[in-house]
């Protein structure tokens, strides 16, 4: 490798294997050290080179670093010595890589590295960052490090939807994880050190066996939850035998061979476990879960959404719930039906014209609009009725006519291109489902007319990929990505087999280059698979401060595309994926405390300014600073309401001619789980055959010696999907009913088989 750095120990250009990295030369390059004593930070810019260290001096503290290589990694030795008599306790010392994450344009985010995941464990530090083009850089650290946290840019300034670069924080005092190493004060005359290796892995190298050949214990496996019932198995990868314990409990390791053993988990219950691996040296954690029966998830997710009011306003986030209510309608199931139907009533004429079918509350945010439409054709579902799909199909043609530009794209009311915005041909297409669902031939016309319109707008996708705008500040972003997968690989679903490559080309591309903004390879239930944001806090639950969320409601995009490709190619990685990302973001939902919570917080450390209830001023709330460490952030809804009958703006700021302290928020889009579980799983069963491995979810699957016998494990499932290495007798035994078929690939449903 090659590295060159500037005078004062900024790293100015860095190439792995022929490839060079892209270092900041702004304020936020590196290495330069980050160190708070109290309220007083001090941010290293002009170290001193002395006798091969860059070293400068802050608090009584030396502070050192120096670089060097070593085959291809790129080594930075860091050093803190305290030359005074007195203990130093330093409330944060960490160093600021400066390696430039910041993704701003196309074609130019395609070689930047996003810090896919940064992970310490009690012993050592970990992590990975990927590029979109699929380059990966390992990140690695012998030695305890306290904390992680991202340099993001300025909101009110600069846009804050990028991550400039990240830290290390050697030593934090404030809260952290109790799993993470925490911080003792530096003693008088004490030095602290310091390794750190960035090395790139080769296309065939998983991040697993890399970080296993430095030693330490590593779990290695596809998936971190399951249904209850069935099992769950993953390997550990460490060169001397591993002691695995859950809760406390020793799990046995079966040794398979050397420096790699198996592990399986059951349960029958409900549960998350904390596992927990040494292997004498190091020790790694991880997290796993077993789900509640999914019909139990909708049924408490739906009485959320009405404990959590929904709310009429200029966001759609703010009522997302109606999504999971319409949901519950449909499948009957037990919440309060009444009451969410007066909710319905109560809200819809607040945002929009019933009569004449448009907006009447920020027609130009046009995902509004569309995401009502969808709505509607989940409500004339639920309710076999066509009056909701009339004003769902008036909405259409108004958007339609106020948002569609010649070519397909639909924009909002500044002219930004904004197909992608939660998904607007999605939710057109959703209606067109629920419109050839009717007799009538003007229902037909309807649906043909609207199945055109979504189509031409998810051709302009499909040419254009990443190489269109999206909401808030130009970057490579989660839903950009997600929203258009999920919209490219609908239509491909409704359209002729010889008609779908070039939707499903478009869509792994895109999905190759998501891969950088997924929480993946982590062994961690509440949050494996799911999608990297950032800046949703200060929207949904009114918290001042970026910090990843990570599953948030948003997540759920992924999942609609990955089990559509799935279904589309047969690929079993895109079925794993979408169940695994699923199950992580239902994590949110805690059943037996009948809570719903707004989003997971992996960030070791943030402090921010939480919005909470104020009590001298019942319904309303106040700025309080709080620590988020690693935990589940729950919503405000419960709390915060709008007054009834009242549109409300959508969260607080600073808005000419807007009263913004009156109840909005959007902690409400959680419910794009829900929505997701109800179209993906719910009524749902999968069974996939591969290389002598056999993948069941919501169902059991029995060999005989007629073939298969696969049993839905809830009533509400109605069709199984199957994909098996050959042509078999099937028989699915549905609540109250056996299907027998055959075939190798397809749908049985109670009436027999389709094909997708």
């Keep these: 490798m090659k590295l060159e750095w500037t005078e004062t120990g900024k790293i100015k250009h860095c190439v792995f294997n022929e490839e060079a990295v892209s270092f900041r030369q702004d304020d936020y390059g590196g290495p330069a050290w980050q160190c708070r004593l109290g309220e007083e930070l001090r941010t290293s810019t002009a170290p ?9 001096a802050f608090f009584g503290v030396e502070l050192r670093y120096r670089f060097q290589t070593e085959g291809d990694s790129l080594i930075i030795e860091a050093e803190a010595e305290n030359q005074s008599s007195q203990t130093m306790p330093l409330d944060q010392l960490g160093l600021r890589i400066g390696l430039d994450c910041a993704m701003e344009s196309y074609p130019q985010w395609d070689t930047v590295f996003a810090p896919t995941l940064l992970r310490c464990e009690k012993t050592y530090f970990w992590g990975f960052l990927s590029s979109p083009l699929g380059r990966r850089l390992g990140i690695y650290s012998p030695d305890p490090i306290a904390s992680w946290h991202l340099d993001y840019n300025r909101f009110f300034a600069d846009g804050g939807h990028r991550i400039m670069t990240f830290c290390l924080d050697f030593l934090q005092s404030g809260k ?6 925490q911080s003792q004060p530096l003693k008088p005359w004490e030095t602290r050190r310091w390794r750190i290796e960035i090395a790139e892995l080769a296309p065939e190298q998983t991040v697993p066996s890399w970080l296993a050949e430095k030693g330490v214990p590593v779990f290695a496996g596809e998936r971190w939850s399951a249904e209850c019932g069935s099992a769950l198995e993953f390997k550990l990868l460490s060169r001397t035998e591993p002691t695995l314990m859950a809760e406390g409990r020793p799990v046995p390791c079966l040794l398979k061979k050397p420096g790699v053993y198996t592990v399986r988990l059951e349960s029958d219950q409900p549960r998350e476990l904390r596992l927990t691996v040494s292997n004498g040296k190091h020790q790694s954690e991880a997290w796993v879960q077993f789900i509640h029966p999914w019909r139990t998830i909708i049924e408490e997710a739906a009485r959320q959404s009405l404990s959590q009011p929904q709310k009429m306003g200029t966001h759609c986030e703010s009522w997302y719930g109606l999504f999971t209510g319409a949901a519950a309608i449909l499948h009957d199931l037990d919440f309060d039906r009444a009451a969410y139907l007066e909710k319905v009533r109560e809200l819809v004429p607040l945002g929009f014209d019933v009569e004449q079918g448009c907006p009447t509350v920020h027609p130009g945010r046009i995902q509004n609009t569309a995401c009502m439409i969808g709505l509607m054709a989940d409500l004339g579902a639920a309710l076999h009725s066509t009056e909701p799909l009339e004003l769902g199909a008036k909405l259409a043609d108004w958007l339609i006519e106020h948002s569609q530009r010649e070519d397909g794209a639909f ?7 904004y197909t992608s915005v939660i998904y607007i041909a999605k939710s057109l297409l959703e209606l067109v489902l629920e419109e050839r669902r009717q007799p009538e031939a003007s229902w037909q016309a309807r649906a043909q007319r609207h199945f055109e319109t979504a189509k031409r707008a998810v051709d302009e996708l499909a040419l254009h990929r990443d190489n269109i705008e999206t909401e808030g500040q130009a970057t490579l972003e989660d839903g950009m990505l997600t929203c258009s997968v999920a919209q490219l690989t609908m239509l491909a679903k409704m359209l ?9 080309e478009a869509a792994e591309c895109l999905v190759r280059k998501h891969r950088c903004l997924e929480r993946t390879v982590v062994a961690d239930s509440r949050c494996s698979g799911t999608t990297l944001r950032f800046w949703e806090a200060q929207y949904d639950v009114l918290t001042m401060g970026n910090m990843i969320n990570s599953p948030h409601g948003w997540s759920a995009w992924k999942v609609y595309g990955m089990m559509d490709l799935y279904l589309l190619s047969g690929r079993r990685e895109y079925l794993i994926d979408a169940m695994n990302t699923l199950m992580s973001c239902v994590s949110l939902l805690d059943v037996e405390n009948k809570t719903l919570n707004w989003a997971f917080v992996p960030d070791p450390h943030r402090e921010v300014m939480t919005f909470v209830p104020d009590p001298e001023n019942p ?10 460490a690693e935990e589940r952030v729950g919503m405000i809804s419960g709390w915060y309401h709008a007054p009834k009958d009242t549109a409300v703006f959508g969260y607080l700021g600073s808005w000419p001619d807007v009263t913004t302290d009156q109840g909005g928020c959007c902690d409400n889009d959680v419910h794009e789980i829900f929505k997701c579980v109800e179209e993906v799983i719910l009524t749902r069963a999968y069974v996939h055959e591969e290389d002598g491995r056999r993948d069941a979810f919501h169902c059991t699957v029995e060999s005989t010696a007629k073939g298969l016998t696969i049993r839905p494990r809830e009533a509400l499932v109605d069709q199984v999907h199957v994909r098996l290495t050959q042509t078999l007798n099937v028989t699915v035994e549905f609540a109250g009913e056996r299907v027998n078929a055959r075939l190798q690939n397809g749908w049985i449903t109670r009436t027999g088989i389709r094909t997708e």
């Design 48 to 56: 001193r080179y002395r006798e091969g260290w860059f070293k400068e």
């Design 176 to 181: 952290l994880p109790d799993r993470h190493p």
């Design 411 to 417: 924009c909002n009311g500044k002219g930004k291109h």
């Design 496 to 504: 002729e087999p010889e008609d779908r490559r070039p939707y499903i």
């Design 619 to 628: 319904g309303r709330g106040k700025f309080q600073a709080r620590t988020i």
